[in-house]
């Protein structure tokens, strides 16, 4: 089992940056596909980008496509997502995740996740 933890989160104006990180602890987080997933308030939790195990293929949503950018560094036990071009609607909290399939978009193939940081975009 993966434990992730989650920070990088807080408050930007439209058009800024921010940068998420999540630290993983465990001996197989190598072996693990891994993605970032999203909850809106009054939203269902939704797919916001996924990588392969070694970093070398991506997916992203259609809606962060372009602005976002998910990597690893598995020698470090970490995953990123770099938000550019941010928008009011990428509030959120923002959960990493393990994946139990290759690139998988449907948040049913992700099975563990953190506590999740709140990403705040003001207009």
């Known amino acids: 089992q993966v434990q992730l933890v989650e920070s990088g989160g807080g408050l930007v104006q439209a058009g800024g940056s921010l940068r998420l990180s999540c630290a993983a602890s465990g001996r197989t987080f190598s072996s693990n596909p891994m993605g970032w997933l999203r909850q809106a308030p009054g939203k269902e939790r939704e797919f916001v980008a996924a990588i392969n195990r070694s970093g070398g293929m991506t997916y992203y949503a259609d809606s962060v496509k372009g602005r976002f950018t998910i990597s690893r560094d598995n020698a470090k036990n970490m995953v990123y997502l770099q938000m550019n071009s941010l928008k009011p609607e990428d509030t959120a909290v923002y959960y990493c995740?393990?994946?139990?399939?290759?690139?998988?978009?449907?948040?049913?193939?992700?099975?563990?996740w953190g506590q999740g940081t709140q990403v705040t975009v003001s207009s």
């Open positions: 995740a393990t994946s139990t399939r290759y690139l998988a978009s449907d948040i049913t193939h992700f099975d563990s």
